[in-house]
């Protein structure tokens, strides 16, 4: 799938001789905009006819194309619906440019282009309209061939996309809305793509590689610590969990310093749980879906993904992305339930399932990230099933110790389309959690899941700001959606970026 180049440009629409005009409209607003109503007027009223008719409402995801037989400049005219006004959110850009590049990609043609709609933005900042546009064509374009034989007929490539304004003014804040967009959206792609290979490929080894490709591009500190480095630290709970593969663990450490980062500034610091293939140990997934498990990593993939986007956008912080890495595997060498493991932060786990490994591999990874002193710690995991029963598949589950800091990861969620939904953390809940014979136990029983998953972990970061994103319930979609393919989605990257950038406004 190649790169689509996006672009801001001043030009009016009528004016515009695009193979595929976008024009977008809200539901229920029987007018069209100033710059559709150009391009109707060449058409004889062919547009608003549509509308007053139903044929085209406006809903939010609906599409219509229509070819204009030469009495435009543009060959075809993509009708695509925002929804309602009143309602209108960024979203909604993502969402249309997700479907309008389906529809494209369609026709068979290799570019196109969208009118900024001037009336609708006075509502929303025109640069946050721009990167919506440019991340939901990215996403909405994204297919995974890497394992499929060639059938013959070579799919069409869509590579290039122009958005138009009628006003100058706005092309420096459009110009800098697409650099974020296209940034992130390949950041997601790159999500995407990792949890997508198979485990016999997307091994911890290869996550290495992946690493080393990041940190080689990007200019970033890489660090890679090998079994004997986490023997030597006392690393007890990733090495338990890893016991079992033939796969040795790795745990990776990926340092960016922005050049206008102030020297001695604390870092934020992300920690991706990064389970390559999750079997559930000893204890035993149902082999139902179980190939799902390939995603197990997403976590890690964002933080990685997420360091280099920072990097390719020059963010002026200091980063630091944190990527425990191992298979779950059953055998002769494996974790058993009722094992007791001593973890990097010296506090003994009786790990009474196997299957709740995430939590393990995280305990370590956190404790280690507190020697950074960090200005923010946030780790993000594909963590609890019962993540998915309490919040569906719309919501990221939020918890964390500091309220600014769940203000701010609330609100970038909000502005990336990737919502989190905040959940409790009391300290009652610790009682289940209550070991006989070691300071605490690795599950706490069906009730309340989700959240003795959370305040486990909250015992391994000390003092520091922190977050926990369980993304169990959005890392995989089980049907294409506007933006979203089927499978693995990488949810939770652009909401990690944005919060990065809500970080660097002044």
Known sequence: ????????????????????LVLLHCEGGSDLTQEAAAIDAQL????????????????????LLVHTQGKARAKRLLLAGLGKEKDLRVDAFRQALGIAIKRVRQAKVTSFAVVLP?????????????????????????QFTAYRSPNGSKPIDVERLTIYTSQASLLPQMTEGIRRGVATAEATVLVRDLCNHPANVMTPTRIVREAKAVAKESGVRLKVLEQKDMEQLGMGALLGVARGSHEPPKFIILEYKGAKAKKGDPPVVLVGKTITFDTGGISLKPAENMEHMKADMTGGAEVLATMRAAARLKLPLHLVSILPVAENMPGGRAMRPGDIVTTLSGKTVEVQNTDAEGRLILSDALAYATRYKPAVLIDIATLTGACVV?????????????????????NAGQRAGERVWEMPLWEEYFEQLRSDVADMRNIGGRGGGMITAALFLSKFVGDCPWIHLDIASTDWSERERAYLPKGPTGIGTRLLIQFLLDRTLP
């Open 1 to 20: 799938m190649k790169k689509i180049q996006v672009h801001a440009q001043v030009g009016r629409a009528e004016n515009e001789a695009a193979e595929v």
């Open 390 to 410: 309490a919040l569906g598949q719309f919501a990221i589950g939020m918890f964390g110790n500091n309220d600014q800091l769940k203000e701010h990861v609330r």
């Open 44 to 63: 004889g009223g062919q547009l608003a006819a549509l509308i007053q008719r139903g044929e085209f409402e406006g809903k939010l995801g609906e599409g």
């Open 118 to 142: 001037a009336a609708i933005l006075e509502e929303i900042p025109v640069q946050d309209v721009a990167q919506a546009m440019a991340e939901g064509a990215i996403l909405g374009n994204y």
